[in-house]
């Protein structure tokens, strides 16, 4: 899983479990488990001397997302990621074109910055932007549901539906 070579804060690297440390990570993964359920205790890291160094909590989540991928046999990609994203890095981060990220920035549905030539958004924005996307489609899919079932749409097409001709 590891390299014995450092990597720098900026590598971008893709870690795929081995099946020799199979047991390791789900050792570690039910170590990492029983961290969390105990909130008063705050896991750390200790040294080559034995000093401790308290683990944040963002760090605890990500080591407990890692592993918990990792003992489902999932690889993991660790990418540094900049709080501002040039246009072509949000689209990708979104899964849509730039062009059409460019008419969303324009729109004002997401906010973006244009210190010269250069349209940067800022990482926050568009988490947010995505989450609202996707609690706007699920209301939507609630309410089609809903308005579903009221009809007794249910339970008309118990069988194939009828040819047209």
Do not use: C, W
């Amino acid at each position: 899983m590891s390299s014995s070579t450092p990597r720098a804060a900026g590598d971008s690297r893709t870690y795929l479990p081995s099946p020799e440390t199979e047991s390791e990570i789900q050792k570690f993964t039910e170590f990492l488990e029983s961290l969390a359920t105990a909130p008063s205790e705050r896991p750390a890291l200790v040294g080559p001397h034995n000093e401790e160094i308290p683990l944040p909590q963002d760090a605890f989540e990500v080591l407990l997302q890692v592993y918990e991928a990792m003992r489902r046999g999932l690889a993991i990609h660790v990418a540094p990621l900049n709080a501002q994203l040039t246009t072509q890095e949000a689209a990708d981060y979104l899964g849509i074109s730039r062009p059409t990220l460019v008419k969303l920035l324009e729109s004002g549905s997401i906010t973006f910055t244009k210190p010269g030539r250069h349209r940067y958004v800022r990482l926050d924005d568009l988490i947010a932007y995505a989450e609202s996307v996707r609690a706007r489609r699920t209301e939507s899919l609630d309410t089609l549901a809903r308005d579903a079932e009221d009809e007794g749409l249910y339970g008309v097409l118990d069988s194939p539906p009828p040819q047209t001709r």
